[in-house]
């Protein structure tokens, strides 16, 4: 079905439906799109508002179609398997795209891995495995898929993805296809440098030689290691905080008396202080007001201004929806 023939459900109390005009621009879009779509099924937290649309681009020629046509004024946000994100309980204005089946290949030829940005970072790390490739098994430790590895370096068990990665490619905001060399993204901790309105959507890995049994050792390791030491069977986003230099985000949480500290139906891991957990009907302000009155008593208490390695997005409940009523 094409976008032009897909039926938009009516916007109701939410954004305005933008769906027929987007549709009409562009009568070869092969992906799907949906008006005030809810974003909260997509994300771990299971909280937040709707997208004002929806898109999931069939392929990267799709996605590129889609962002050469869409008017420069629309917002456009991305969300990958929603491990690390809250949404805000009003909702996300203008475009979410979310990269789904045409985005989840891997293939692995010789030392080299190619994976697709939807591709969920445990499944790199088991093709890896069972190629006998070594250097990956950090990607176990990480609840989320390629795209947001490589938007925010992403690491865990001491390895990160600028340790494996040997290009990257992407769609630009205006529609143009862009390849990224190691060097060219920019690297730091928890961060790259690639402008944020380029889309990833596949990358290129490079391992070495290593043995499988070892290989499956040190990813089962990294699976006790996560199952004994984090909420991961909970509603949670992964971890919150960024490390700040020279210490550990949950050691200054756990400082300033903050485990177990609860907001309405949102709490700080007993288990891990630097997860926030969803209790059952919690809210995104309960769950973001939660964090937030962390980062005040660490600040309070040690000095250290914590920074959010959570992403947010979209507006509070009640905030006025841009092109919405």
Not at 9 to 30: C, H, I, N, T, Y
Request: glycine content about 14%.
């Amino acid at each position: 079905m094409s976008a032009a023939q897909e039926t938009a459900a009516p916007a109701g109390d939410g954004f305005a439906d933008m769906v027929p005009e987007l549709a009409a621009r562009m009568p070869g879009l092969r992906g799907s799109l949906a008006a005030n779509a809810s974003l909260a099924d997509l994300t771990w937290f299971r909280v937040g508002g709707p997208a004002q649309v929806l898109f999931l681009p069939a392929d990267a020629d799709d996605l590129a179609l889609f962002l050469a046509a869409l008017p420069a004024e629309v917002p456009v946000t991305v969300v990958g398997l929603g491990s690390n994100l809250i949404v805000r309980d009003g909702g996300v204005p203008g475009v979410v795209i979310r990269l789904g089946r045409g985005f989840t290949e891997v293939s692995v030829a010789g030392h080299r891995i190619t994976a697709g940005a939807g591709v969920p970072d445990v499944k790199v790390a088991r093709a890896a495995a069972d190629a006998g490739l070594a250097g990956f098994s950090f990607l176990r430790g990480i609840p989320g898929a390629i795209g947001g590895a490589l938007r925010m370096n992403g690491g865990a068990y001491g390895g990160e993805t600028k340790d494996v990665l040997v290009a990257a490619e992407g769609v630009t905001r205006a529609g143009a296809k862009v390849r990224f060399s190691n060097a060219d993204m920019g690297f730091t901790y928890r961060h790259c440098g690639v402008p944020e309105d380029v889309i990833f959507t596949r990358a290129e890995f490079e391992g070495r030689p290593g043995d499988p049994a070892a290989i499956a050792a040190e990813m089962a390791r990294i699976t006790e290691s996560r199952e004994a030491t984090q909420p991961i069977k909970s509603r949670t986003g992964g971890s919150t905080f960024k490390n700040p230099p020279g210490t550990s985000a949950w050691k200054l949480v756990d400082a300033a008396g903050c485990r177990g500290l609860t907001i309405g139906r949102a709490q700080v891991s007993e288990l891990h202080t630097n997860f926030l957990i969803n209790l059952g009907g919690a809210t995104a302000a309960e769950i973001e007001g939660l964090g937030e009155e962390v980062r005040r008593r660490v600040k309070a208490h040690s000095g250290v201004e914590l920074e959010w390695e959570i992403k947010r997005i979209g507006i509070p409940a009640g905030a006025p929806p841009a092109g919405g009523h």
